[in-house]
T-cell receptor, first 113, second 117 residues
Framework: QKEVEQNSGPLSVPEGAIASLNCTYS??????FFWYRQYSGKSPELIMS????GDKEDGRFTAQLNKASQYVSLLIRDSQPSDSATYLC?????????????FGTGTLLAVQP | ETGVTQTPRHLVMGMTNKKSLKCEQH?????MYWYKQSAKKPLELMFV???????ENNSVPSRFSPECPNSSHLFLHLHTLQPEDSALYLC????????????????FGPGTRLTVL
């Protein structure tokens, strides 16, 4: 069983729409959750981190966490073509592995002009 | 620019060569990581160093040898690689438990694109 699961996509949305990216994780006691954006040929860039249940907003980005459902999502409002990238969900390990992030395979987002 | 640099950015090597990848972080972090990223696969954690001590080694073949001389520098020494080792090698750093900081937030360098012929 995969530890962090994401739909690989591509998720295609029109410019100006809301893009919704989803991620589920298997380790119930995970405490830290991250979204990275990775443009083609580039390295991952941290865009959001969330530690508590609920919503966290930063500009056009909103991260949502539901620990009971083991589910984390990223909403991108007013999507722009420049948002087209692969979005990686990452979950922090627990116990002695607190430095260890487990990544999903990523969701490719394509914003159509 | 995340404050993490990697050199070289591109590397082509034969299976009998020995080369080294270098990573340097200017963020004052005390944990550093090596990841491998291959097409269609999740990022694979290779090694973790915390306070210059290796704390994680994810069953990586011995042809990959890490070195962390201080908290700002990390190396990955390569020898006798195989073509399947061709990938993007990423270095990252994080605060790792320093008071008042988000210790799991990892920041990546630009990566080294490695091709093994």
């Amino acid at each position: 069983q995969k530890e962090v699961e994401q739909n690989s996509g591509p998720l295609s949305v029109p410019e100006g729409a809301i893009a919704s990216l989803n991620c589920t994780y298997s380790d119930r006691v995970s405490q830290s959750f991250f979204w990275y954006r990775q443009y083609s040929g580039k390295s991952p860039e941290l865009i959001m981190s969330i530690y508590s249940n609920g919503d966290k907003e930063d500009g056009r980005f909103t991260a949502q966490l539901n620990k009971a459902s083991q589910y984390v999502s990223l909403l991108i409002r007013d999507s722009q073509p420049s948002d087209s990238a692969t979005y990686l969900c990452a979950v922090a390990g627990v116990g002695g592995a607190t430095n260890k992030l487990i990544f999903g395979t990523g969701t490719l987002l394509a914003v159509q002009p | 620019e995340t404050g993490v640099t990697q050199t070289p950015r591109h590397l082509v090597m034969g299976m009998t060569n020995k080369k080294s990848l270098k990573c340097e972080q200017h963020l004052g972090h005390n944990a550093m990581y090596w990841y491998k990223q291959s097409a269609k696969k999740p990022l694979e954690l290779m090694f973790v160093y915390s306070l210059e001590e290796r704390v994680e080694n994810n069953s990586v073949p011995s042809r990959f040898s890490p070195e962390c001389p201080n908290s700002s520098h990390l190396f990955l020494h390569l020898h006798t690689l195989q073509p399947e080792d061709s990938a993007l090698y990423l270095c990252a750093s994080s605060p790792s438990g320093q008071a008042g900081r988000s210790y799991n937030e990892q920041f990546f360098g630009p990566g080294t694109r490695l091709t093994v012929l």
